[in-house]
């Protein structure tokens, strides 16, 4: 059973930073693109960055210069630095990953359950 698990959101004022994780576990043969997601309350799911295995990165517009993806292959685990945040970026924050459980298997898409993030003004 694989699983993604995010951590590291909370409540902080703008201006401020966090930093996000998502540990990804299970039987997982590699992980390709990894990404963080967004939604906020009445709006739908947006992606604001991803990563590829091999470190190429892509940013929303909004978030550029402020956030940061990352990730540590030998752990499956992707980061998402935040800084300089803005009472625009609340929302909760999901962890996606595209993986593969066996060599020549399919691409399967998991999600994780959602870490909230909440700027004050």
């Known amino acids: 059973q694989v699983q993604l698990v995010e951590s590291g959101g909370g409540l902080v004022q703008a201006g401020g930073s966090l930093r996000l994780s998502c540990a990804a576990s299970g039987r997982i043969f590699t992980i390709n693109t990894m990404g963080w997601y967004r939604q906020a309350p009445g709006k739908q799911r947006e992606a604001v960055a991803t990563i590829t295995s091999d470190g190429m990165t892509n940013y929303r517009d909004s978030v550029k210069g402020r956030f940061t993806i990352s990730r540590d292959n030998a752990k499956n685990t992707v980061y998402l630095q935040m800084n300089s945040l803005k009472p625009e970026d609340t929302a909760v924050y999901y962890c996606?990953?595209?993986?593969?459980?066996?060599?020549?298997?399919?691409?399967?898409?998991?999600w994780g359950q959602g870490t909230q993030v909440t700027v004050s003004s």
């Open positions: 996606n990953a595209d993986l593969k459980l066996v060599a020549l298997g399919r691409v399967y898409n998991y």
